[in-house]
């Protein structure tokens, strides 16, 4: 199996340690551009949940120059779009425009990184934000499935940081100042933790040329005019700390625990009460912690078996849960593949109440089975030809590349990742399958969340004499009064 031919991809360093990555295509009069910042949600200080949302979303709220409304009309006048997005682990300003009338590009540009630079974060901007942001928690005690994930997580990492939500909790966001904005968007939005990608109609050198002139050699400064990233040894691009006006604060993306608290040996059943007589449809979540990273030597086993048991429609668990039995529409494994340190390895579907002691006893099965048989020869294969086949579908596009890259630079990984996909992939042989799988998929200590009504305790309670372990109902409004 050859390496993947990757498509090309124009990588510059500015040197106040801003990545630039430039994907042209110049068929179409189009240019897309992402700003992504390496750090999010798991940076939310204790007590301060939702705050790396909170700062993203009021960056295009105002700037030192231009207003919340001036910002907008300015968009559509260039017939453009802008936003910006926060996630666990990065936070991105975004946004796309024709290229037909050339001077548009450098005004969206400059507009850009104006919001991205100089944001002032209006007091009522502020408080329109957190709101909205307080309301769409409050819908979201109608989502049983955001209900279900919520509650997962949050039991699952308990205080490490994975189990923190990214929307935070209404007295968290109700705490927030405009003072905790300002020091989160100083500690974060660095150059060193930056990259700005940019596909499309557009010349490489000019866009170098306006970003040394936007983000020069300024940027990144404090008051004092020293920098605020304090470099950490042996980290490229990584800031160990940050020099804050004489005070120094360390890099909490540095200092995540590399593993939560246990689960004790059996299963740990949570029922989220629903108190809902007509429901009809019961969401659940089983599973542990996982073991893998991207350094693990077993990861490409680990990966390839993982897309067997749960990755997609032809995969085990979807076959006997869905196809087999009729249970549900659609059952997953979800797997924290992406992160330095280990995420979730978790079965995630629904059934009808009355189906649901059967449906975790077959996904137990599914689960143990990987891991105590090599699996079929036939079916390994069939699997690495699907996931070998499917990369170059993930390049399609100049903004496609573009978004693989910025993955890979955010996840601090070499472009060789990528290039050696299909390598790692077709050296994958059943026995180190099953290896990988029977290390990384457990069933000795499970947390099993349903979102039910508190009745469901009598149809689950043969599972916990079985397999040992606790049974708790908790409230919804439980997983939102943090």
């Known amino acids: 199996m050859k390496p993947l031919e990757l498509p090309d991809v124009q990588r510059f360093q ?14 179409v ?42 910002i907008s009309k300015k968009v559509d006048f260039l017939g453009a779009t802008l936003g910006a997005i926060s996630g666990s682990s990065n936070m991105q300003v975004y946004g796309d425009i024709t290229t037909v009338n050339k001077s548009n590009l450098k005004s969206f540009f400059d507009l850009m990184t104006d919001v991205v630079l100089n944001p002032v974060f209006p007091e009522d901007g502020l408080q329109r934000l957190r709101t909205r942001m307080v309301g769409a928690l409050t819908a979201s005690k109608d989502d049983n499935s955001t209900l279900a994930n919520r509650a997962f997580a949050m039991t699952l990492f308990n205080n490490h940081p994975y189990g923190r939500t990214a929307s935070g909790h209404p007295k968290t966001l109700n705490a927030l100042t405009r003072d905790d904005v300002v020091d989160f968007h100083q ?8 990259v700005l990608g940019v596909s499309g109609d557009v010349n490489p050198e000019e866009i170098v040329a306006w970003a040394k002139a936007a983000f020069g050699e300024n940027w990144g400064n404090n008051e004092n005019g020293e920098r605020i990233c304090i470099p950490a040894d042996g ?26 608290e246990k689960l004790k040996p059996g299963i740990r059943v949570v029922v989220v009460d629903r108190d809902d007589p007509s429901l009809n449809q019961v969401q659940w979540r089983m599973g542990h912690q996982g073991v893998h990273t991207f ?11 993982t897309q067997l048991l749960g990755g997609d429609f032809t995969a085990r668990l979807n076959q006997v849960l869905r196809v087999r039995e009729g249970l549900t ?8 593949h992406a992160k330095k340190v280990p995420g979730k390895v978790a079965v995630s579907t629904y059934v009808k109440p009355k189906d649901l002691r059967r449906a975790v006893e077959l996904a137990l099965g599914e689960m143990e089975g990987v ?5 079929p020869s036939e079916e390994l294969a069939s699997f690495k030809s699907k996931i070998i086949e499917s ?9 496609d590349t573009l978004a693989e890259y910025i993955s890979l630079i955010a996840g601090d990984r070499d472009v060789s990742f990528l290039e050696n996909y299909p390598v790692g992939i077709s050296k994958v042989t059943e026995e180190g399958a099953q290896k990988a799988l029977a290390r990384g998929v457990k069933t000795d200590a499970l947390l099993l969340v349903v979102v039910a009504n508190a009745s469901i305790v009598e149809e689950l309670q043969p599972l916990v004499d079985e397999r040992g372990g606790s049974i708790e109902v908790i409230t919804v409004e439980s997983l939102y009064e943090e």
């Open 14 to 27: 500015l040197d106040n340690g801003l990545t630039i990555l430039i994907v042209e295509n110049h068929q």
């Open 29 to 70: 009069p189009y240019a897309a551009f992402r700003l992504l910042m390496k750090a999010g949600s798991l940076q939310d200080p204790d007590g301060k949940e939702g705050l790396a949302k909170l700062t993203t979303g009021l960056l295009t709220y105002g700037t030192q120059t231009k207003s919340e409304d001036e």
């Open 187 to 194: 500690r974060y939005f660095l150059p060193e933790h930056a």
């Open 235 to 260: 980290l490229t691009s990584t800031c160990s700390a940050f020099n804050l006006n004489g005070s120094s604060a360390n890099n909490e993306r540095l200092t995540l625990p590399t593993k939560a």
């Open 295 to 305: 350094d693990s030597p077993d990861w490409f086993d680990f990966r390839l078996g």
């Open 329 to 336: 529409y659609g059952a997953r494994l979800n797997v924290g």
């Open 371 to 375: 891991a105590k048989q090599p699996v």
């Open 391 to 399: 990369l170059p579908f993930r390049f399609e596009t100049a903004n």
